[in-house]
């Protein structure tokens, strides 16, 4: 019996769904992902180097200390979902909608429910591995993804991830590091901020895991020789060679893709 039938009986499942029409074929809402791997990274950036990257977008930065800004590197490995198998990598930044007032303190936002957090991430870059994932993220959300290789390893002490270049045989990066230890701490909900078409949307992610976390030391985030827009996004974010200040890692990964709401 396959692990997606036996999360049937997961209350955590146990959300109606609607289904949704792609070009690439139907798709449900929510979309429910049953059994995966995640590796997510979290780097402090100059804010100076995050605006750039938001230029013509309805989103303004974050600034949690001083004039630091939050970036995110998120791996995933889907192995059962309503949508078949695929990988995925994810270059974020910590958001809130220019139109919203900005909390008095970023990280009791960070850790507020879903249902009331302003803070979010926009996605600037989102490769993935089939073309149901590709076509279901642009056509309902608006997301900037791409078909493209992408390479996920997590074994028992270390994580490797490479992500190549869609148009030729270069790489736009590969980061490898250390995940044995860590202390576990339940997994959070996301909030995704993104623009489809005209149409400003909130999407939330409900998160069901126990992730290790560990500071991010031994982790190295090395440059292709690719010209991809990923590659330059990166580069001008600071992150090439820099450790992540955190690292959060789950082997037992589950989530509920929402459907976004108007901003």
């Keep these: 019996m396959s692990r997606k039938i036996q999360q049937r009986n997961n209350s955590f499942f146990h959300v109606s769904q609607k289904e949704e029409t792609t070009a690439a074929g139907p798709v449900p809402l929510p979309i429910f992902y049953y059994h995966a791997s995640a590796l997510q990274c979290y780097y402090w950036v ?7 990257l938001l230029e013509e977008t309805p989103w303004t930065p974050a600034v949690f200390r001083g004039d ?9 490995q889907y192995r059962e979902t309503d949508i078949g198998s695929y990988n995925e990598v994810g270059l974020a930044v910590g958001v809130y909608p220019q139109i919203s007032k900005k909390p008095f303190n970023p990280w009791s936002d960070f850790l507020a429910p879903s249902m009331f957090r302003k803070l979010g991430f926009t996605v600037l870059h989102l490769p993935v591995t089939t073309e149901i994932a590709h076509t279901a993220g642009k056509e309902l959300w608006g997301y900037p993804k791409f078909i493209t290789d992408i390479e996920f390893s997590l074994d028992q002490e270390l994580f490797a991830g ?10 736009i990066l590969r980061m490898t590091g250390d995940v044995f230890g860590g202390f576990p701490f339940p997994g959070q909900n996301l909030i995704l901020y993104s623009k489809n078409e005209d149409q400003k949307l909130r999407t939330i992610i409900n998160v069901k895991t126990v992730f290790k976390n560990l500071r991010g030391t031994s982790f190295h985030l090395l440059p ?10 990166i580069k001008v974010l600071g992150l090439y060679e820099r450790h992540p ?19």
């Design 245 to 263: 200040f955190l690292v959060q890692f789950s082997r037992n990964f589950q989530s509920r893709l929402n459907a976004g709401q108007p901003v």
């Design 162 to 171: 490479e992500v190549k270049d869609p148009n030729g045989k270069e790489t």
């Design 224 to 233: 292709g020789y690719s010209n991809h827009p990923m590659t330059a996004a």
């Design 68 to 76: 630091q800004a939050l970036a995110g590197l998120a791996w995933y």
């Design 46 to 52: 100059p804010m100076d180097q995050v605006v750039p």
